[in-house]
T-cell receptor, first 109, second 113 residues
Framework: KNEVEQSPQNLTAQEGEFITINCSYS?????LHWLQQHPGGGIVSLFM???GKKKHGRLIATINIQEKHSSLHITASHPRDSAVYIC???????????FGKGTKLSVKP | KAGVTQTPRYLIKTRGQQVTLSCSPI?????VSWYQQTPGQGLQFLFE???????NKGNFPGRFSGRQFSNSRSEMNVSTLELGDSALYLC????????????FGPGTRLLVL
């Protein structure tokens, strides 16, 4: 079993829809990253959080440390949000980043 | 500030060869981490350098090595290339504290034939 599990693996939405991507982890962590990767490979860090909730524009990330779960929400989705979203945690015995397999989001106009 | 740069962007090698990839961090950043991304395994941590010292290492064979220079630029080397080393290699930099936001470069796409 992977230490970081994301769901769903693939997600297709219509423009304007509210989107939720989930991340569950089994290791003790210090912090959690949400990353965005566009075709071509470049990765952008969207959020790093260790508790509560963060918001940036149409993106909201929440984390529940007790339940070892985080969610990334996108409100009023747009085709430019189409990308792979990756959850990564600082945890495990070495404290390095451990990555989920990613959620591929496609937003149709 | 200029972002993280990686060179080369694309590389084709044959089995048994070695390769060196370069990463220049954001100015002022002292930590550089390297990651391998493949379709099967996803993103995996290779190693992290801070102030010219390897601070952390992932679970990769000794064929994968790296170093960091006094200007924080970093190189990683893969010797005796195998087909399975074909991947996107990403580096990321951060100011230097552990477990902080990382800024990723565009990656080097390596194809081993």
């Amino acid at each position: 079993k992977n230490e970081v599990e994301q769901s769903p693996q693939n997600l297709t939405a219509q423009e304007g829809e509210f989107i939720t991507i989930n991340c569950s982890y089994s290791v003790g962590i210090s912090a959690l990253h949400w990353l965005q990767q566009h075709p071509g490979g470049g990765i952008v860090s969207l959020f790093m959080l260790s508790s509560g909730k963060k918001k940036h524009g149409r993106l909201i990330a929440t984390i529940n440390i007790q339940e070892k779960h985080s969610s990334l929400h996108i409100t009023a989705s747009h085709p430019r949000d189409s990308a792979v979203y990756i959850c990564a945690v600082y945890g495990g015995s070495q404290g390095n980043l451990i990555f989920g397999k990613g959620t591929k989001l496609s937003v149709k106009p | 500030k200029a972002g993280v740069t990686q060179t080369p962007r694309y590389l084709i090698k044959t089995r048994g060869q070695q390769v060196t990839l370069s990463c220049s961090p954001i100015s002022g950043h002292r930590s550089v981490s390297w990651y391998q991304q493949t379709p099967g395994q996803g993103l995996q941590f290779l190693f992290e350098y801070f102030s010219e010292t390897q601070r952390n290492k992932g679970n990769f064979p000794g064929r994968f090595s790296g170093r960091q220079f006094s200007n924080s630029r970093s190189e990683m080397n893969v010797s005796t290339l195998e087909l399975g080393d074909s991947a996107l290699y990403l580096c990321a930099s951060s100011p230097g504290q552990r477990m902080e936001t990382q800024y990723f470069g565009p990656g080097t796409r390596l194809l081993v034939l």
